[in-house]
């Protein structure tokens, strides 16, 4: 089965006591216990496993070819939870550019419990290699494409470098997706997604999930932070998530060429600065997204509006079919200024907005944008 089709058919399966082509929703947060004091089923209470669980993991895991997948409460559940599995006087690397709310817990919350965090630039293989600490380094941190700079790091480079040093290697692969990228399969550790993004694409799930290559004990730790700290995804989303991750190879295939035509439209433009977006040839990482990134360079990008700040804010502050929203992976286009949202230490110049692009008609998107573009001109 191709990774498409097993995200069609959620692996095929079938209720053996009602031949539904759908799975049941368990909403119960309890199992009841055998007479003889056991529990045949596995199961005990919610917080530790629900079969509601069992179907969109196993997808997960089928799509990043890895050896296990746990859905979270959200993106940031699962991030953490990578991080709390390890100990306090560990020292970890990540990437400058990454997801914001990330970068500021590891460099407040995680730094306070003990983590010795390095920001490193990992777009420069030279610089990583420089930080990582042979029999020092746990774990090596990055994104890519970066948000929202979309800053492409080479993963299988950095995994020989984290490897080399005794370093596991995650990443965090929402912005790529499975359908683009399978960080496993060119030696990544673990593979984070926030799943309210495009695996469940519809913007009405807060989501996360980890895969992982292994089922070895940095997983059973995570797997431990989950079950006691509690950030586990409810029932009813991780049922919607299922619903949603059917329909993610073509939603995403249709975002990702959406956002290749409002790029190519854009570069050059009189009124814009630059146009990031790893599809494009002169892109810097391009030739590393080439290599990477199978089949499209995903549905985000994000453009440089000539006249700063202002002109930025000024060209949101136009649209009419573009959403001025944060988030993305949706199947309706957003339109954000990233520097008012994430504060001092944020790579974002301030003239970028950044774009998720969705499957609405791409002409419609180029048009909306040119006039949100003049109309801030008058
Ligand atoms: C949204 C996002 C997160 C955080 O996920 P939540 O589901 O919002 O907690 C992490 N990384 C990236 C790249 C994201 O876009």
Redesign the pocket.
Known sequence: MKPATAAAQALGWIDEATRAVVPPLHPSSTFVRDADNGFRSGRSYTRADNPTYDQAEAVLATLENGAGAALFA??????TAVFLALRPGDHVVISRV??W??RSWLLGFATDWGLRVEVVDTTDLDALEAAVRPGETTLVWI?TPG?PTLAITDIAATAGIAHAAGARLAV?S??ATPVFTRPLDLGADVV?H????SLNGHSDV???ALVTRAADAHWEAIKRVRVQSGGVLGTFEAWLLLRGMRTLYPRVRAAAANAMAVAQHFQGHPLVEDVLYPGLADFPGHAVAARQMQGGFGSLMSIRVKGGEQGAIAAAANVKIWKRAT???GVESLVEHRASVEGAQSPAPPDLLRMSVGIEDAGDLIDDFEQALAASRR
Do not use: C, I, R
């Open positions: 959200s993106g940031m559940a699962a991030a990454m997801y709310a990330l994104e948000n965090d929402t912005v984070m926030s799943a309210t993004k807060l989501a996360g988030s993305l992976g």
